[in-house]
């Protein structure tokens, strides 16, 4: 992924994730973490081909929603992996709860981060 790509104002416009809002057919639709190129010098904000913005446009509209996350209609069930290692972590849900109880991941106990792990058949234990 490349960090920054020219403007056609003729500045650069820098790689971020973050909040992007959208106006489809009068409805205002907010897509949170979505990886995307702005300007600083004249706000304007593009999408790596890569970024399949439009099918989260399309899934927040169907679904009436006025704010969607890109990272989570990514990876609907909310697993993300490291294929190599046969263990799944559960991403989303030790975020959410860590954020409820005003801690970092290092903070949590051996059986706390447990309920976060999904291991492969062959990693069971």
């Not at 970024?51 to 609907?76: H, M, P, Q, R």
């Amino acid at each position: 992924m490349r960090e920054t790509t020219q403007c056609v104002c003729g500045s650069i416009k820098s790689h971020i994730i973050g909040s992007v809002q959208f106006e489809i057919r009068g409805k205002k639709i907010v897509v949170h973490d979505a990886p995307h190129f702005i300007c600083e010098a004249c706000n304007r904000r593009s999408f790596d081909s890569t970024t399949d913005i439009v099918s989260i446009l399309k899934i927040a509209y169907k679904g009436d929603l006025n704010e969607i996350s890109y990272f989570d209609e990514g990876f609907l069930d909310g697993v993300f992996a490291v294929p190599s290692k046969g263990i799944k972590v559960k991403v989303r849900s030790l975020s959410d709860y860590c954020d409820a109880k005003g801690v970092t991941p290092a903070d949590l106990t051996k059986e706390e981060l447990e309920q976060f792990l999904a291991r492969t058949k062959d990693q069971q234990t």
